[in-house]
């Protein structure tokens, strides 16, 4: 999970809890409910409760639902740009890392299925106090296509092709993780193949077509 700035545990006092960080407290409160019971518990009144402090407390950090929700899609942003980091840290071949980051992609949404439909909420990306869900939203589809760019240029590709392909590699990471985090992977498929297996086949579909058409360009031998 990503770091939060660090909370001490509420230390009683005359005038009741003290926080160290309350801010990151309401947040970790909120994202614990939204994986329990889903966005619609998200209540400021429910979250301060859970916290331990009154809502005039809490309102100093968020004034409103917007606010709160905005902190914590950035921050599931910032988990999932943190599980991409992990998983490519280890490989060093380009196809070896793209592939890693797709399948860390997919974990994440597989699970952290709540907080995966949550943070890309087109309504918090778009809203006037969304901007730090857009930055942190863009430095993870930032990653994905510098991931894509060192296969591309190994292979001596077109770099025009990176940004097409980012987007293919985005929404088969994306498309196929929504599907396998609804449960939705149709029902003859899993007749065949485990989920694992599913996963492993649809990243490899991508990736190695990638790769196979990449090399025809290089070699000028069209795919058959």
Known sequence: MASLPNSRAPRLTKAGYHHGNLRASLVQAALKLLDDEGPSALTLRRIA???????????????????????????????????LTEAVSGSAAPEERLRSAMRAYILYAETSPARFQFMFLARL???????????AARTCFGLLRLLVAELVTQAGGNSASV??????????????GKISAGNLIPSQVGQVASRDEAREAVIGAYV??????????????PLK
């Open 163 to 176: 940004e097409t392909e980012t987007l293919a590699a985005w929404s088969v990471a994306h498309g196929f």
């Open 125 to 135: 990306i778009g809203s006037p106090r969304g901007e730090e869900v857009k930055a």
């Open 208 to 221: 190695d077509g990638l790769t196979a058409k990449l090399a025809s360009a290089r070699s000028g031998v």
């Open 49 to 83: 409760q859970i916290t331990g402090v009154t809502q005039t407390a809490s309102a100093y950090h968020f004034t409103d639902k917007e606010g709160l929700e905005c902190a914590i899609a950035a921050v599931c942003f910032r988990e999932l740009i943190e599980r």
